[in-house]
């Protein structure tokens, strides 16, 4: 396109030098045709805009992250003129359309359209616009092009993706057995003993430390506990959508993966999150879980303290024998959250979600980074 704006430039600035020394009916004639042509070429591209038409659909009413969806579109021209040079861009932020060059440029003749079927998969969980984005017009002679936005974008709901886990590494396993584990010693019980190192200093009993002289602590008593707790922190931190529906897809994928796994092996799944709180112990029981997460919404402005202290004294969470944190920010509340849940006897594993480059070099036994763009059955099998 360049090199055409030269040539005509050129010529243009030959026929003025021309009419200027020279004159004559075809020096004129030559000034008025390359006078012309720009300006025929902007009135081309502006019927195109107007008559130039798209039409798009999905099919099928529930568009899954990760999972191919029949599209569909077509391009109409409406005119009596033939159409050329017509690109069109898809959005690709959130999704990806099959074997589609957008560099290709259609041809259409007058009344006439191109329609194609392809397939459209969205990568995250949310509402966002697929489909044709963009619509690029270049004239006849190659000197301009106009690009205009689709008027009419496909918007989809997409729903998380369920990712069926085989099995769990030793890191990601919070429980060995398929159903109770034991007992956790958890309960202080009257009857007290000289106090090790080691111990609580909360489970110091200071009136019989006074009575003997020594530090004395209360000893624990069996507590039956079973299953798993899982409990996802539910900030959005950031206002950036870039930032926020690949985290937030994740951490749901995470989520639902985990509870479907221990559900598939008969080990109730506690789930506590903003304004959920649920016991999931059989598959029929799942089904209903994955539809709350298909539309639970993240806080924008959420109390995390309140939060944090509202798990603390869940029953769906304090029962369970080990507690999955699911978060996205590695900070001082959220160290002081996991502490807390340990001193109450909980196993615990924090699984943190981010950007790749983000998070750092955080991972360690009990801390589990996993990348927006990370095979989940790689990290956690």
């Known amino acids: 396109m360049r090199r055409n704006r030269i040539i005509w430039l050129v010529f243009f600035i030959m026929s003025v030098v021309a009419i200027s020394f020279y004159g004559g009916s075809v020096s004129y004639g030559i000034f008025f045709v390359l006078t012309a042509i720009p300006v025929v070429s902007l009135l081309y591209i502006l019927l195109v ?39 069109v861009l898809f959005y690709s932020d959130y999704s990806t359309i099959d074997g589609l060059d957008d560099r290709i440029e259609y041809e259409l003749a007058s009344h006439s359209g191109i329609r194609k079927q392809t397939g459209l998969i969205c990568r995250y969980r949310g509402e966002y616009e697929v489909g044709i984005r963009t619509i690029i017009v270049t004239d006849l002679f190659r000197l301009f092009s106009i690009s205009y936005k689709n008027k009419e974008p496909l918007r989809v709901t997409v729903r998380p993706d369920i990712v069926k886990l085989s099995a769990l590494n030793d890191r990601a396993d919070i429980i060995t057995s398929a159903r109770d584990i034991g007992t956790d010693m958890t ?55 870039a930032w926020y529906i690949p985290i937030e897809n994740r951490m749901l994928e995470e989520a ?105 070099d955080l991972s360690s036994d009990d801390i589990i980074v996993i990348g927006t763009d990370d095979d989940l059955k790689e990290v956690l099998e």
């Open 49 to 87: 805009i107007v008559w130039f038409k798209i039409y798009q659909k999905l099919e099928g009413r529930n568009v899954v992250a990760n999972h191919r969806t029949d599209f569909y579109f077509t391009l109409q021209n409406e005119s009596l003129l033939a159409f050329a040079g017509i690109r």
């Open 187 to 241: 309960e202080p019980d009257a009857l007290v003993r000289e106090y090790a190192p080691g111990d609580d200093r909360r489970m110091i009993h200071w009136k019989a430390s006074a009575a003997s002289g020594k530090l004395m602590v209360r000893n624990r008593i069996a507590q039956q506990r079973s299953g798993v707790a899982i409990i996802m922190d539910p900030r959005r931190i950031r206002e950036d959508p």
């Open 256 to 360: 639902i993966a985990l509870t479907l796994y221990y559900c598939s092996k008969n080990v109730r799944v506690g789930f506590m999150s903003r304004n959920i709180t649920s016991d999931v112990d059989s598959m029929d029981g799942f089904e209903s879980f994955y539809e709350s997460m298909c539309l639970f919404d993240f806080d924008e402005d959420p109390d995390i303290v309140s939060f944090y202290n509202d798990a603390l004294f869940c029953g769906s969470v304090m029962d369970k024998t080990g507690v999955y944190y699911l978060t996205h920010t590695w900070d001082e509340g959220s160290r002081e959250f996991t502490k807390q849940l340990s001193y109450r006897g909980q196993t615990v594993t924090v699984i943190l979600t981010g950007i790749k480059g983000q998070t750092g």
